[in-house]
Structure formats: structure tokens, C-alpha cells
């Protein structure tokens, strides 16, 4: 029994738009996927699915074996945190120390625990020198790391980003990178739409391509972006590498490492 499941999912917004048609996903504890396909493809709306900001229309969706027609959006919320695409949605407290905390004040914490709890988040998303500084000093990068900073804090064990890489320069994707890893080494699961298709084959291990409200495929990066007829039928485009790698002519490359190796080879035998 998977941790967190789509069953047959489809959500119409309250104009009759149909967003998301008869989805089925599965993930485990500690198993990290990412979402991608185009602009209004259904992504954003599938996450708000998972974390019962939206119910379904029709189908169901289980959340360690709760359906969130039937649970509260606290019950929820404690086991699925979501990262919104805009940290500006998000924030609203006068300094980034109370924004982190904001998240725990229903935990009846000690004001040592909380204060624990609020530092090891800040910590890894690099804002413990900034705790009592008010988080619009802070530019748009750092304030997306405050609101993923103020999910963690609450331990949920699915953590959803909403386009993390959006407005980040090298080293605070490199610090999401880490970041992702060190979450699923403590057997979180992380679910990340992104358009960044370099992060994708970065830091992720399972793909799942939305397009036109429906699941199209759900697979490894490798087997994701050499897919050219899925490619084409989602309107996404191969990594810069994979790119390269077929106007070379080597087909199934997915890194810089190994478009070296086989040009290497391919020079070798030549
Ligand atoms: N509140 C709403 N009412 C009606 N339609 C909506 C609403 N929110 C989103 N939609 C529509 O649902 C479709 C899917 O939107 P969604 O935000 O899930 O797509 P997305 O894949 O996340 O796109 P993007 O990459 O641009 O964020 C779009 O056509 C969008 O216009």
C-alpha cells in the first residue's frame, strides 16, 4: 500500500473546467519524483489534489489510507507540506524566525523544542544568521527558501515544491539539490514540478510527465527524455546534454559525464 495515491482522479474547477482527468499515481515513503509537462498541463492542480487544497470531482485520494474527502485539511497538512510556487502567497508574519514557527504553534511545543525545530530548518535552507530579520529584506531566492524552511519545520513526510528552481541562482539550486537528497534519506518523499529539465535529471530518479490533464508516462529520466514521440505529443523539450548528445549522434545520453565517455570510446575505436 503506497503512502500516497491518486486513484482515478479528476478535478473540474467551479466553471466546469475539467484540469485533471482520471490521474493514477502511487508514491512510497522516501520515494522523490518530479513533474513536468507544459504551462496548464494539470500540474499544479494535481499537487493541490495530494494535499487536499482541492478534492476530487471524481476518484479518490489516500493519504496513508485517509481519503481526504474524509480527513480535515490539518490531518492532511501534518502529513503532506506544500511549497508554493510564489514565497509571497505564503508569507505573512514581521520576522523569518516567527514565519518558520508559524507552522509548529499548534504543536503545543516547548519554547526550547520549537526553537530547536525552527533553527535545524533554517539551517538547512541557509537562513540561521537571518532568523530575526523581516523576510521581505530578503530577495525573492531566499524568501522561497523561508517558506520551504517553515514546511519542514512541521515534519510533514511528503514535501511538495511548487517550481523551486523558479528566480534561483547556481548555488541555492545546488543547496535544493542537497536538500532533496538529505529529505529522502530520511525517507521523506519529495514531489517537484519544475520546468527545469536539467534539475530533473540532477536530482531525480522517476519522471512523470503530465500533458492535456492526464498522466502520460511515469518513468526514469533516461527513459523520459529519450521518448521522442512523448516528447513531441507533451511539447517538452530533451536537456541541453541530451541535445548535444543526439546532434553528435549518441542517442540515450543523459549527463555531461556521459557524453564524454562515449565520444571518448567512440574516438578510441575510430
Ligand atoms: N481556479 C481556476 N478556475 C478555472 N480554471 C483554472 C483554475 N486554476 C487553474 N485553472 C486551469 O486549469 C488548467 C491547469 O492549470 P494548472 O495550474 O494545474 O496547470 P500547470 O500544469 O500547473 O501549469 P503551469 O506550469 O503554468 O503552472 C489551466 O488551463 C488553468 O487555466
Partial sequence: ???LSLK????SYANGYEAV???NLDFDLGESAAIIGQNGAGKTTAVKLMNRLLIPTKGEVLVNNLSTKEATTAEISKMIGYVFQNPDDQIFQDTIYKEIAYGLKNQKLGSDVMKNKVEAAAEICGLKESLNEHPYNLPYSKRKFITIAAVLATDPNVI???EPTAGQDRESTERLG???SHLANQNKTVITITHDMEFVVREFKRVIVLADKQKRRDASPREIFWDEELLRLSDLKQPFI???ADTLGYKGILTIEELLERDKNETYYN
Fill in 178 to 180: 542537497k536538500l532533496i
Fill in 242 to 244: 541530451c541535445q548535444l
Fill in 8 to 11: 482515478n482522479v479528476s478535478y
Fill in 160 to 162: 511538495i515544491l511548487d
Fill in 21 to 23: 482527468q482520471n490521474m
Fill in 1 to 3: 500500500m503506497s503512502y
